[in-house]
């Protein structure tokens, strides 16, 4: 049982270049989160989906996409790299929006 | 937005001994959650918390669902090198709401160190 598998785990990306960290789970879980981790900062929402088709924003949504045209697979884009997304992301997932969370093992991203 | 205050934000400790750390709202909260996060891994749930006053154990770990629904407290008794992590602490307040407050809301965390 796999759980929430991230890829990549590291990544360095020069600044302006989009990329796509990739998020699944393989528990069924109709919920599913994308989090960031900076220092003193805690865990940040960027965006989440309630199901298959059905995404929204969170705390800090801004430079990020988002789909959910699978309930397995959560991907997020970021559209043009900035030095502010140099970050660790987190997806997450639940069977339901309230419930506890089973975390990936995180990307650590630099942009430069 | 809506905050949980989690305290102390680090703490440096004798192996052996106890530990406690809280969280608190100005809020209702409906569910606390407590988490581990250890070095390059990601949150680990440590203990769920789902009605006021409920006090849940997990091995030297125990959690206390506050009455007033606002604060949690986490307490790790005889402290080991292996306790080192950053705690955190995770509420909701609306269950099963659908939109954006059902989201759990973190804590900053609580930095652990451990001296053997």
């Known amino acids: 049982n796999a759980g929430v598998t991230q890829t990549p785990k590291f990544q360095v990306l020069k600044t302006g270049q989009s990329m796509t960290l990739q998020c699944a789970q393989d528990?069924?879980?109709?919920?599913m989160s994308w989090y960031r981790q900076d220092p003193g900062m805690g865990l940040r929402l960027i965006h989440y989906?309630?199901?298959?088709?059905?995404?929204d924003q969170g705390e800090v949504p801004n430079g990020y996409n988002v789909s959910r045209s699978t309930t397995e697979d959560f991907p997020l884009r970021l559209l043009s790299a900035a030095p502010s997304q140099t970050s660790v992301y987190f997806c997450?997932?639940?069977?339901?929006?309230?419930?506890?969370?089973?975390f990936g093992s995180g990307t650590r991203l630099t942009v430069v | 937005g809506q905050q949980l205050n989690q305290s102390p934000q680090s703490m440096f400790i004798q192996e052996g001994e106890d530990v406690s750390m809280n969280c608190t709202s100005s809020?209702?909260?409906?569910?606390w959650l407590w988490y581990k996060q250890e070095p390059g891994e990601g949150p680990v749930l440590l203990i769920a918390?789902?009605?006021?006053?409920e006090l849940t154990s997990n091995g030297r770990l125990t959690a206390q669902f506050g009455i007033t629904r606002k604060d949690s407290f986490l307490n790790i008794s005889a402290s080991i090198p292996s306790d080192v992590g950053i705690y955190f602490c995770a509420g909701q307040r609306y269950m099963n709401y659908g939109g954006s407050q059902g989201n759990l809301i973190f804590g900053k965390g609580t930095k652990l160190s451990v001296k053997p």
């Open positions: 997450a997932s639940s069977y339901g929006q309230g419930a506890s969370y089973t």
């Open positions: 809020s209702i909260f409906n569910t």
């Open positions: 989906s309630v199901g298959a088709g059905i995404t």
């Open positions: 918390l789902y009605k006021a006053g």
């Open positions: 528990m069924n879980h109709e919920y």
